[in-house]
């Protein structure tokens, strides 16, 4: 049970307070809910090289990390299709010092035009170094417009092509700001040995004052159902043949979420996973074979990818893994079976909460899903599901015309 | 309502006072396995690490120490490998298998109230593996998948090649995996290296998290005994033999960036300039703000990221700058580094950057003695050394005080660059 307080400010700031004693780190998350999919289709990557100039210094302070430094702290970021999430931890009795960094950069952001040209470089490098010079880099790049013809999830958070940064200018960086980091759009989480009272005085004295700006109310377009499936053919050079599989499924606050989680685990979770069994074990024409949920807060994608053994050929590989699919489809699982993957969700939820840093993210993602409280249901909700809602679910997701396959071949 | 805060000014620093690093309690069981626990933590869970004299320094074929570990889950005298995974995935459990150069650990991550069931599988695997031809076929056809999968990556490539270069291609800390090495190991060569290796003389155990009373006796019943003794071998001694060329290249064509290495030969963790060369690392590539991140990443847009490290390993150990860069800047990129080692050489650190420095490492220590499986990580590395916590009583007290005079004496020592080896792996030799 992780237990917390919540309070807001006036100008919207939701804030949360986790106290644990048993160590002397604290630590701060702050969620501004703002991601990829905010973009304009012509300005992809900008939320991401957004969250890199949010170091490049603000109104008051020239430098956001040495400061941080000096009080023997350390921060970090990432950006996602849905949000942007900044995160530091800090001994504690140096605590102030993060008030007074992150409540300075959401009052008002000044970055150089030097620093601006040089953090569009490093973001193009970011894209070249994980996306484009890595064997299969490019593959989400490519399922992603393959699965989603007019929601924003078509693009990943890295972007669409390198040049929608370069061609990025100050002027728009600005209106992405005083759009989106706002207060009142902000969730804000202190972790470690602290008090309610300390945190809310803190709280009051550094962002009381900023101005409460405006709400992100997104209205983006609805992906439509999929009535066909699609496919798409690639040669790279890489040494193996590969396929990826993208289905349509439902958002993080549908009720057939959790069971739709449970599937990918009884497929692919722990060596015992169906499919590493069958396909990598038994058969061996994968080397190695995965299925999980993109992890989105909108209707996501349920995802299978494989690398093919050599020798082994597409079709070959592709019908092995459809009759996986046409039996979780056809069959009710065993009880014995959906336990396993329930009792590994409980085990899993214990270990991702061995810090501090990792309660406050936690906490501050359910809030943003509407409630922090959530965390201490998940388990509940992953025991509750039944072997039928399994079935159910799985003949949602897993309708041929619901599917768009990437076949990623080596170039020979 | 509250008076407005001064934002010009930084909140007062309070000092980050003393550490207190946690002592684990030693125990010992009957056959002289020592146990390490670090019992504190918030979640009901344990880590029960057994860490072997069993890393590829000990392997006379390369990819054996490596294939060993990981072939003990797949079957064991009582179980299938299939039994064991359905079993250890029944109650949430799961196995870490990690080979090093020195050593090799198999670690079990359970609730406690299922230790119960997870705790005999974990003895199972470390005391009875048979090592079937069927699953090293799987086990060894994907690994050989994988490898031709990282060297594609010019980072997999100049990582590998870099400690060649250094230590010689005949050296276990030189020596690095081809795709052909796979196939000639076979599962008697395992059979072999699992009785040498992996028994109660070669063995110690760390724990982590709540540990539960009665959890040494569990430990005595399943590891205590004399049915799993062996002889702690003495380690073969090899004398590193590096390139005698400063200068190498390593073509990858297509490549957009070129992965970078730049370094040289430095020592174990006991060595007396150990503690000052973290420092001077700090400085030039060892954080967020260094000075290669300033200058190539903040500066110039070079690279996404690049730092430095000093790697002490048992016999020895390196340094090494290492990044990936824009491949049309790689010339630039190059003489960048040379230009900070360099200063390094030339000029004093100033006092603000040095006390940046003093906190951050501290903090960094803080952060590395939070919470019971960080203590355990933290650890392991003075067990295989044969070191105790006062090693890092030592580094916090250089850390504190070594001035700008020493960490100028210890880059002329160690650090100037015609002294150094680099390599590049890019699409265009430089």
């Known amino acids: ?412 | 309502m509250t008076t407005l805060p001064n934002r010009n000014i930084q909140p007062a620093i309070q000092s980050l006072g003393r550490i207190d690093f946690p002592q684990p309690e030693i125990s010992q069981l009957s056959n002289g396995i020592k146990v390490y626990q670090f019992n504190s933590g918030t979640q009901d869970v344990i880590s029960i690490e057994m860490m072997f004299a069993a890393g590829s320094w000990f392997q006379k074929k390369p990819f054996t120490a490596m294939a060993t570990n990981l072939m003990l889950r797949e079957g064991t005298r009582n179980f299938s490998a299939q039994k064991l995974s359905e079993t250890l995935d029944y109650f949430g459990a799961h196995f870490e298998n990690t080979t090093e150069r020195d050593n090799a650990y198999i670690t079990l991550y359970s609730l406690n109230k299922h230790l119960d069931n997870t705790l005999p599988l974990l003895s199972e695997i470390v005391k009875n593996p048979v090592f079937p031809e069927g699953e090293y076929d799987v086990i060894a056809g994907k690994q050989r998948q994988m490898l031709e999968v990282n060297r594609q990556k010019v980072n997999f490539l100049a990582r590998t090649q870099f400690n060649s270069i250094l230590f010689g291609n005949d050296h276990p800390y030189g020596i690095y995996l081809e795709p052909g090495d796979i196939g000639k190991v076979n599962t008697e060569d395992l059979v072999d290296f699992h009785k040498a290796q992996y028994h109660s003389g070669n063995c110690s155990i760390i724990l982590a998290g709540l540990i539960k009373p009665g959890m040494i006796k569990d430990l005595e019943a399943h590891f205590g005994g004399n049915d799993w003794s062996g002889i702690s071998n003495k380690p073969i001694q090899y004398l590193p033999s590096g390139s005698d060329q400063k200068n190498h290249f390593h073509m990858k064509e297509g490549a957009m960036q070129s992965a970078i290495r730049i370094g040289g030969m430095m020592f174990s963790r006991s060595h007396p300039d150990f503690a000052g060369m973290k420092v001077l690392n700090a400085i030039l590539g060892g954080y967020f703000g260094s000075r290669l991140m300033n200058n190539l990443r903040e500066d110039k847009g070079y690279t996404y990221g690049i730092g430095s490290s000093v790697v002490p390993l048992r016999n020895g150990g390196y340094f090494v700058v290492s990044g990936e860069v824009g491949a049309g800047v790689t010339r630039e990129a190059l003489s960048e580094i040379r230009f900070e080692l360099t200063r390094l050489c030339t000029e004093q650190v100033g006092e603000s950057e040095l006390s940046l420095v003093r906190s951050y490492l501290t903090g960094e220590m803080l952060r590395a003695v939070d919470g019971p499986f960080a203590q355990a990580d933290l650890y392991r590395e003075l067990i295989e050394d044969g070191l105790n916590i006062s090693h890092f009583e030592e580094l916090i007290d250089t850390v504190n005080h070594i001035n700008a005079q020493q960490l100028q004496d210890l880059a002329i020592k160690y650090l100037k660059p015609e002294d150094l080896f680099t390599l590049v792996v890019g699409p265009e030799e430089i």
């Not at chain 1, 002397?24 to 304009?40: C, F, K, L, T």
């Open chain 1, 1 to 412: 049970m992780t237990e917390f307080d919540r309070f807001t400010l006036d100008n919207g700031l939701r804030v949360i307070v986790h106290s644990d004693t048993s160590t002397p780190i604290v630590a701060m998350n702050i969620i501004y809910n703002v991601g990829s999919r905010d973009e304009h289709p012509d300005r992809t990557g900008f939320a991401h090289l957004f969250e890199h100039l949010m170091f490049g210094g603000s109104v008051n302070i020239p430098r956001y990390d040495e400061p941080l430094e000096r009080v023997g702290g350390e921060n970090n970021a990432f950006t996602n299709n849905d949000f942007t999430n900044y995160y530091l931890t800090v001994p504690g009795h140096n605590l102030e010092t993060a008030f007074w960094l992150e409540s300075d950069r959401m009052l008002n952001l000044a970055f150089s035009a030097k620093s601006f040209d040089v953090q569009r470089n490093v973001v193009v490098e970011e894209f070249r170094q994980n996306y484009l010079n890595q064997p299969y880099g490019d593959a989400w790049l490519l399922l992603r417009p393959l699965a989603y013809k007019v929601h924003p999830y078509q693009w990943a958070p890295i972007g669409i092509d390198p040049s929608h940064i370069e061609n990025a200018s100050m002027e728009e960086v600005r209106d992405f700001y005083e759009r989106f980091y706002n207060p009142c759009n902000a969730i804000m989480v202190i972790a470690g040995n602290v008090k309610t009272d300390e945190i809310r005085a803190l709280s009051e004295k550094w962002f009381g004052v900023i101005d409460k700006g405006g709400l992100n109310n997104r209205n983006l377009p609805v992906e439509p159902e999929q009535t066909e499936a699609r496919s798409l053919t690639v040669h790279r050079e890489v040494p193996y043949d590969a396929i990826y599989k993208a289905w349509h499924m439902c958002s993080r606050a549908d009720s057939g979420f959790f069971a739709t989680d449970l599937i990918s685990d009884i497929l692919s979770a722990g060596q015992s996973g169906r499919l590493n069994q069958q396909l990598v074990k038994n058969l061996r024409l994968f080397s190695d074979i995965s299925a999980f949920i993109s992890g989105d807060i909108e209707a996501g994608l349920f995802v299978i990818t494989g690398k093919l053994m050599k020798g082994v050929s597409m079709p070959e590989a592709e019908a092995a893994l459809q009759l996986e699919i046409d039996k979780i489809r056809g069959n009710i699982i065993a009880e014995n079976e959906l336990q396993k993957v329930k009792n590994r969700v409980e085990a899993m939820m214990a270990f991702s909460e061995m810090r501090v840093l990792d309660k406050a993210m936690n906490l501050a993602y359910y809030e943003l899903l509407g409630d922090a409280n959530q965390v201490n249901d998940l388990v509940q909700r992953y025991a509750s599901v039944t072997t039928n809602e399994i079935l159910v679910e799985a003949n949602k997701i897993f309708k041929p015309e619901n599917c768009s396959t990437l076949y990623y071949f080596a170039k020979d």
